[in-house]
């Protein structure tokens, strides 16, 4: 599966750069990875989701503050077919936060260089965090390039459980490619590889999105696959850029 997904992303990087989108590609390019919202922009995102048994509904908003930083938050409400009393409810609130360190057009190299940063509260095992966090903050390093049919990005994020007996930390490498192709479709590959200072925690997971596009608005479909525990998740999402 991995040699078939580093051969395919080889491809689609090779000849990724062809394809541009008329008009304003970036913009109101929301699934990008390195997409910044503009000063007094308001992104919406609302997803649905399936997998592991569990039905999750999310919103989530982000504003930019300045043309460097955005701020942002999500709710998500579950429904758990298995683990009735455990999983169902409203759960997985976050707060976060993305400041643009380095400008694309500030080196030569064109490499852009964002911060992240957030906390989440009620966390739970469909977000991929053990069950017993009952909060967790996060940071990371974020760098990569945009060019007219193909973004490319690599990320370093770090989080930590703080529990006086269960207490953990895990880093998660993420490497992205995100392609413009034509007539307003996209579409985003990603791999993330987890390392948790508790083994037993450590994953791997692949994840795919075709988006179509519409003005400000984009609508995607997503699927995502976990190696360890050999799951699934399938998802929808719209987009509404203000």
């Not at 400008?103 to 095992?125: H, K, M, P, Q, W």
């Not at 995502?224 to 719209?238: N, P």
Request: proline share 2%.
């Amino acid at each position: 599966m991995k040699k078939l997904f580093y051969g395919f992303l080889g491809t689609m990087i090779a000849c990724g750069s062809a394809y541009s989108m008329e008009g304003e590609w970036l913009p109101a390019d929301t699934s990008d990875p390195l997409y910044m919202l503009e000063q007094e922009h308001l992104l919406s995102t609302t997803d649905l989701e399936y997998g592991n048994d569990i039905l999750r509904l999310g919103q989530a908003f982000s504003y930019g503050l300045n043309n460097r930083l955005n701020a942002g938050a999500n709710i998500h409400y579950q429904f758990d077919f298995v683990h009735h009393r455990k999983e169902r409810g409203f759960s997985s609130i976050e707060l976060n936060g993305v400041y643009r360190a380095g400008l694309a057009e500030d080196n030569s190299a064109n490499i852009s260089t964002d911060v992240l940063f957030g906390a989440r509260f009620a966390g739970n095992r469909h977000v991929r965090e053990p069950d017993f966090a009952k909060s967790s903050y996060f940071a990371g390093l974020r760098v990569g390039r945009q060019w007219a049919g193909v973004s490319l990005s690599g990320t370093v994020k770090s989080t930590w459980i703080f529990d006086d007996v269960r207490g953990m930390s895990f880093l998660d490498f993420t490497p992205e490619a995100y392609f413009r192709m034509v007539e307003g479709w996209r579409l985003g590959i990603g791999f993330t590889a987890r390392v948790a200072t508790n083994p037993n925690f450590d994953r791997e997971w692949l994840k795919f999105k075709l988006i179509k596009q519409f003005g400000r608005t984009q609508y995607g479909a997503s699927y995502a696959y976990e190696y360890e525990k050999e799951d699934s998740t399938v998802g929808v999402y719209v987009n509404i850029l203000f």
